[in-house]
């Protein structure tokens, strides 16, 4: 009756002033969770993230939020990920910590960045790391990732005849190529020497051009062999 309605509605009047609705923190986005600890309008029974003002939806479950343009944000919110670095809640194939469309080696896990561009990661400890990282190069056998002139595998630094792509290197210092099969090959890379005639960098003591090894006579800068087979050495410097 009209005695009981005004009864009621003296009682909910009192009961407003006495638990305000400013007092649970209650919003639009959720009027049946009044423990809205973070403050963000959503109850802690919805809110995938009670205690981070900025956040209270994580669509994918990967635990970073969907609304964009914090620290704790998802940039793959529809798409599960574990990403942290580059793009946060993305994937990760290698598990390194960056996503994959971030990472320029996304299978090794040793290895995402790659400033040069040339194949080899910027990470010192990882695999295949790049000796110069700032400067984009192809060397693979002494260095990597290093300029390579001749494309011979090995650094313009590291290799003696960096212009030769046949010759790299030059154990015994006699200006000839430890790589029999290139132009120049020494046929003594083990033992510095000046022959020039047939064998190819080794000892020559007369210095007529030819080895000791074939030379007939070693200490007669005339003489080096007998052609005609009779006997007598008739080679002769002129």
């Known amino acids: ?18 638990y305000p609705l400013e007092k649970y923190s209650i919003t639009e986005h959720d009027v049946n969770d009044p423990d809205d600890y973070d403050g963000d309008g959503y109850g802690s029974t919805r809110d995938a993230f009670p205690t981070d003002g900025n956040q209270w939806s994580d669509i994918d479950a990967d635990g970073f939020g969907d609304n964009g343009g914090f620290s704790t944000s ?37 290895q995402w960045a790659d400033e040069d561009g040339d194949g080899f990661g910027d ?31 090995f650094s313009n630094d590291g290799d003696a005849y960096p212009t030769d792509p046949r010759q790299w290197a030059d ?45 007939e006579l070693p200490d007669e800068v005339t003489q080096w062999g007998d052609l005609d087979g009779d006997g007598y050495l008739s080679l002769i410097h002129i």
């Open 123 to 153: 990470e010192a400890n990882g695999n295949f790391a790049d000796d110069c990282p700032a400067v984009s190069g192809t060397s693979n056998r002494d260095t990597f990732g290093c300029p390579d002139n001749d494309f011979d595998g």
């Open 171 to 215: 154990s015994d210092g006699d200006g000839y190529g430890d790589n029999p099969s290139g132009i120049g090959g020494d046929n003594c890379p083990l033992v510095n020497g000046n022959s020039t005639e047939g064998l190819l960098g080794c000892p020559d003591t007369d210095g007529d051009g030819y080895a000791d090894l074939v030379d």
């Open 74 to 110: 998802d940039d793959c919110p529809y798409t599960p990920g574990t990403s942290t670095s580059g793009r946060q809640g993305c994937g990760d194939i290698d598990g390194d910590a960056w996503a994959d469309d971030s990472d320029a080696f996304p299978h090794d896990s040793t």
């Open 1 to 18: 009756d009209l005695h009981l309605s005004l009864r009621r509605q003296r009682q909910m009047c009192i009961r407003d002033r006495a």
